[in-house]
């Protein structure tokens, strides 16, 4: 069964919509920058990062260094809470595990400043993809979109 667990005192979460946090979890993932346990809410569509507990300055000091105007996101520290998937979940659960914790969250500075930079920069790709879906919604726009730019 899923647990309720408090934020605050062993970790803080920061929680994004589904398709931002899957595109963060794989930017992480890919480029080896540190990162800890990841867990999906399906239901709700988000997608929880944990860091450990008191990360909020750090990470929102370099949220500010990367960009004037952050993507949405929801900062749980002291006074809040996350449901966790229980130890044995099962494919069609509504919580499960990205990135399972291993051990005792251990601190370390580098978690919360490789978090903002892959949150600003999955939200830049996201956007740009979804430019592209705009500007070419099908091949033949891109191929006419092409074709202008030689005839120049």
Known sequence: MPVLVQTGRLFDVVSVDQR??????DRLRLSG??????????RAQRVGFFLGSGSH?????QLQRETESPPSFRYLGEGCAVVVPGPIPLSDDRYQWLRAPTR???????RPVALATALVA????????????EQYPTPYAAVADLTDETDH
């Open 20 to 25: 931002l946090g899957t595109e963060m979890f």
């Open 33 to 42: 920058m540190p990162f800890g346990p990841s867990v999906i809410d399906r």
């Open 57 to 61: 300055e750090p990470f929102t000091r």
């Open 104 to 110: 005792r969250p251990e601190a370390n500075p580098l």
């Open 122 to 133: 999955s939200a830049e790709l996201l956007a740009r993809i979804d430019r592209f879906d």
